[in-house]
């Protein structure tokens, strides 16, 4: 029987009316569990010991639980790169988990999509723990066919001058639920999320992102940037909440978004929570449609304004996919980009 529930709480809330609070998503009777980690070395892990809060939240939490589905250890190759390659066929739901021990690096690449014919809906959790000194890369590329539905969920932990580094793209389907929770935990510590979207067509896209400073001097930035167009939708929740010890601590957030028509809904929530005093905390927003007069000079070069916005869409992803670390996973992100407009 299929089971609602609420993912990509706001802590704390804000004034309901904005609808803005939360997102209900209906999660189906069965998920297969097991099929992205094919070929993939991995081990069962106990589920109290990878209790890492997401983006997402509990309620998503007791949802694998009811389905059995299991959080598995990805062993990794040094630095080599982890691929996560899935064409969805039906209801799907994994628990990845990655472990950087002190001074490791890990690059990890996920790519999600499906056939337009495909009726589904695919949860992926990811959880990452970096200890002192390491560093792990992940690179998300989400482009499903209108039928499947995403449920996007990331967990992390950062220990003492560990980094971690979110790169995403967000492209295609129809609705797509992202959610992002960052503790930076030892001193030193540092995250980056950058995310890149286009959503038309009706298009929608619900995220919850966060980043927890818990220790002296540590550093975290979220960024996003998209276009919106045609009906489209797209909320952003963007948290830097600094904890009381985390001192000299710095943490910022920015949009920068463009609405290509009037019929775009984009809903846009920073939220900056301190109980700490020394620290700088910020957040800025750029929203509205293109400037008129960069239209007219691309159009004035003979490019027609349908050209015109797919050249400021695909700036947009590659704004995002530019900043992924690994060289391999950058390349085969730039590709699928290059190959979405390859014909416009």
């Known amino acids: ?41 991995t081990e069962v892990v106990n589920a109290a010991d990878w209790n890492l809060e997401t983006g997402c939240g509990e309620e998503l939490t007791k949802a694998f639980e009811n389905c059995g589905t299991k959080p598995v250890l990805v062993k990794t190759d040094g630095d080599k790169l982890i691929s996560f390659k899935k064409v969805y066929t039906e209801n799907a739901s994994d628990i990845l988990c990655f472990e950087a021990k002190d001074g490791e690096t890990i690059n990890i690449l ?24 390491a560093k792990v890369n992940l690179a998300q590329v989400v482009r499903p066919g209108k039928g499947l539905k995403v449920i996007n969920d990331i967990g992390t932990q950062a220990d003492e001058k560990a980094q971690i580094n979110i790169i995403q793209v967000f492209d295609g389907g129809t609705d ?35 980043m927890k400073h818990l220790a002296p001097k540590t550093k975290a930035e979220i960024n996003v940037s998209g276009a919106l167009s045609k009906n489209a939708q797209k909320t952003f929740r963007g948290t830097i909440d600094f904890v009381r010890g985390c001192a000299e601590s710095d943490g910022a957030e920015s949009e920068n978004m463009l609405l290509l028509d009037d019929t775009v809904v984009n809903k846009t929530v920073p939220l900056i929570l301190c109980t700490e005093e020394n620290v700088a905390g910020s957040h800025g927003a750029t929203i509205g449609k293109p400037a008129e007069d960069m239209l007219f000079y691309m159009m004035s070069r003979g490019i027609t304004k349908e050209k015109a916005i797919k050249i400021l869409e695909r700036a947009a992803l590659e704004a995002a996919a530019n900043h992924i670390e690994d060289d391999e996973a950058k390349q085969y992100v730039l590709d699928i980009i290059a190959e979405k407009y390859a014909n416009d």
């Open 176 to 210: 797509i639920y992202a959610g992002c929770r960052t503790e930076l935990k030892g001193k030193d510590a540092a995250s980056e999320n950058r995310v890149g979207l286009v959503r038309t067509n009706g298009q929608t896209l619900d995220m919850n992102y966060i």
């Open 1 to 41: 029987m299929a089971e609602q529930i609420k993912i990509n709480s706001l802590v704390p809330p804000t004034w309901n009316r904005l609808k803005v609070n939360d997102v209900s998503v209906e999660m189906p009777a069965g998920f297969a569990s097991g099929t992205l980690t094919e070929g993939v070395n």
């Open 110 to 133: 996920t790519d999600a999509t499906s056939d337009e014919s495909t009726d589904a809906t695919a949860v992926l959790r990811i959880l990452i723990k970096a200890g002192k000194g």
